[in-house]
């Protein structure tokens, strides 16, 4: 079966650095995508991997290593606004997007 | 990204009620769209692929009779939940994606949150 790990719930804090790890086990890969969901709202893209290698976009990077199925989010100096939870989901061979649970990320002062 | 709204954003109503919600993509014609359904705590679960002019295409263990979808236009997809009971009460969600070669994100609507007394 397909399946993606994450933590489910990790605890930062506000200025420090802070890496979500996901690893997954998909038939295929097309593509892994990384999303920020704050309690009560959808989700909103952060960033997307498909090649190995790191994506900076400003405070958060995206890693990928397709040989070890692994991904990570980093996130840099961290704010209160952070608080939230991340969701890694995996593009199969189909086109079809699998997600993960996600990650609940605390951060305190 | 595409631009998504999805109305309304709440609805509380009683057991046996048939509720409609809309996804409308503003600025972006979109053949597809999809609905999930996420429970406190959980993930998302798609429910359903919506095609524009054809049926939708629903994921295993999601009543097809039950969440009626409708994407009659390449702006607007509905999903009808028939005759709604308090295990239906979750956070609906619906996305659009632009494109394809499979490397767009899928770009969300501000979800609904569905309470059945």
């Known amino acids: 079966g397909q399946n993606i790990d994450q933590p489910t719930e990790m605890t930062a804090t506000e200025g420090a650095i802070v890496q979500i790890n996901c690893t997954y086990q998909?038939?295929?890969?097309?593509?892994l995508f990384w999303y920020q969901q704050h309690a009560g709202e959808a989700p909103t893209f952060l960033s997307y991997n498909v090649l190995d290698g790191l994506e900076e976009k400003g405070r958060f990077s995206s890693f990928l290593s397709r040989s070890k199925g692994y991904s990570y989010l980093l996130l840099k100096e961290l704010q209160m606004k952070d608080s939230a939870s991340y969701l890694c989901a995996v593009r199969d061979s189909n086109y079809q997007l699998i997600w993960g649970a996600g990650t609940k990320l605390i951060i305190k002062p | 990204g595409a631009v998504v709204s999805q109305h309304p954003s709440w609805v509380i109503c009683k057991s046996g009620t048939s509720v409609k919600i809309e996804c409308r993509s503003l600025d972006f014609q979109a053949t597809t769209m999809f609905w999930y359904r996420q429970f406190p705590k959980q993930s998302l679960m798609l429910m359903a692929t919506?095609?524009?002019?054809?049926?939708?295409?629903?994921e295993q263990g999601v009543e097809k009779d039950k969440f009626l979808i409708n994407h009659a236009s390449l702006t607007l997809s509905t999903l009808t939940v028939t005759s709604a009971h308090p295990e239906d009460s979750s956070f609906y969600i619906c996305?659009?994606?632009?494109?394809?070669?499979?490397?767009?994100?899928?770009?969300f609507g501000d979800g609904t949150r569905l309470s059945i007394l």
């Open positions: 998909t038939s295929g890969f097309n593509g």
């Open positions: 996305s659009v994606e632009e494109g394809g070669g499979g490397n767009q994100p899928q770009h």
């Open positions: 919506s095609n524009e002019g054809s049926k939708a295409t629903y």
